[in-house]
C-alpha cells in the first residue's frame, strides 16, 4: 500500500514537473519574441537605438518630403558648429525679421525690433515656440556677406554642406526655417540621423528639453524686458523620459515630429512626417517609441 502510493506521488510528480518544464518554455519564448511592428498613419516614420544606431523601424524610411520647422534642428547645428562661438554674444532685432514672420504667416518668437538678444536666447525663441523670426535672425548673424541676402544665401549653403558631411543623401535646404521655396526636403532616416548628431552637443540637449523659459532681452532703450517661451514639443510633458526634439508643420508637411526618449541606459531616436493631424502625430510616436524601447 505504501509502495502503490509513492508511485503514484512520483507519477503525479513527474507530470507537474513535466508540464512546468513545458509552461516555463512558453512563457520564456513569448518574453523574449519580438513585438509586433506598429501601424502609423505618418506617411513616414524611422526609429533607431541612439546607442548602437542599430534601426528599429523604418515605413518610406528614404522617400524624400517637406520637412516643416524640423528644418530648425540644422539651423541650431549650424550655429553650434561655430569656431569660437559665444552663446552671450548680443544680435539686435531688425525690421527685416518681422517683416518676414508677417509676410509669410510664420512661427513667431515675438521678437522685438531693437531688442538685443544673445544667440543663446535665440536658440531658445528658435527651437520653443519654433521662431522664424529668431531663425532668421541666426542666419543673418552666422552667414556671410556684406548683405543680407548675400548672408543667407551663405547660411543655408553651411546647412547643405552640414547635410552633406552628415551622409544625409536625401536631404536638400532652400531655407533656415522650413518655408520652403520649392526643394526643402528630408526624410525620416536623415532627419534622424541629423537629430543624433545634434543630441551630442550639451547645448542643443538643453534647449530641446526645456518645457518653457523666461528670458531677460535688453530693450532699445538700454532697460529690459522678459519674454517667456513654450516648447510646442508636447511630447515632452506626456511621454515618459522624452528629451526632445522637434515639430514641424504645414500645409505641404502635414504634422512632423523629431524625437527622442531615454529610459535607464537606453535611448531611441527617430522622426515621423506627414502625419494627418496633430493628434495622429502623439499617436504615432508614442508607438514607436514604446515599440523602440520593447525591442
Known amino acids: ?114 531688442d538685443k538678444v544673445t544667440v543663446r536666447q535665440l536658440l531658445y525663441g528658435l527651437m520653443l515656440p519654433s521662431g522664424c523670426d529668431a531663425a532668421y535672425a541666426l542666419a543673418d548673424k552666422f552667414g556671410t556677406g556684406t548683405t543680407r541676402a548675400a548672408r543667407i544665401k551663405s547660411f543655408i549653403g553651411k546647412m547643405n554642406t552640414e547635410a552633406r558631411n552628415l551622409g544625409m543623401r536625401n536631404t536638400h535646404f532652400d531655407s533656415f526655417d522650413g518655408i520652403s521655396n520649392g526643394s526643402n526636403y528630408s526624410t525620416p532616416r536623415d532627419l534622424t540621423k541629423l537629430a543624433s548628431s545634434a543630441m551630442k552637443n550639451s547645448t542643443f540637449r538643453t534647449v530641446v528639453k526645456t518645457k518653457s523659459t523666461k528670458q531677460k532681452v535688453t530693450t532699445k532703450t538700454g532697460g529690459y524686458r522678459y519674454m517667456s517661451w513654450s516648447n510646442t514639443n508636447k511630447l515632452l510633458s506626456t511621454y515618459s523620459g522624452a528629451i526632445g526634439v522637434k515639430t514641424g508643420s504645414g500645409p505641404q508637411a502635414k504634422y512632423c515630429l523629431v524625437f527622442a526618449a531615454t529610459r535607464g541606459s537606453k535611448t531611441v531616436i527617430g522622426a515621423v512626417l506627414a502625419s494627418p493631424s496633430e493628434a495622429n502625430r502623439a499617436t504615432d510616436v508614442k508607438k514607436l517609441l514604446d515599440y523602440g524601447f520593447a525591442r
Open 1 to 114: 500500500m505504501i509502495t502503490s502510493t509513492l508511485g503514484v506521488r512520483r507519477a503525479v510528480t513527474v507530470t507537474i514537473t513535466a508540464s512546468a518544464v513545458l509552461a516555463g518554455g512558453l512563457f520564456t519564448g513569448q518574453a523574449y519574441a519580438a513585438p509586433p511592428a506598429p501601424s502609423i498613419t505618418a506617411k513616414g516614420g524611422f526609429v533607431m537605438n541612439n546607442g548602437t544606431g542599430t534601426t528599429l523601424f523604418g515605413k518610406a524610411a528614404d522617400t524624400r518630403r517637406s520637412t516643416g520647422s524640423t528644418t530648425k534642428i540644422m539651423t541650431a547645428k549650424v550655429v553650434l558648429a561655430q569656431r569660437g562661438l559665444n552663446l552671450d554674444a548680443k544680435v539686435t532685432v531688425q525690421k527685416a525679421y518681422s517683416d518676414y514672420i508677417v509676410s509669410k504667416n510664420a512661427s513667431s518668437a515675438r521678437l522685438i525690433v531693437g
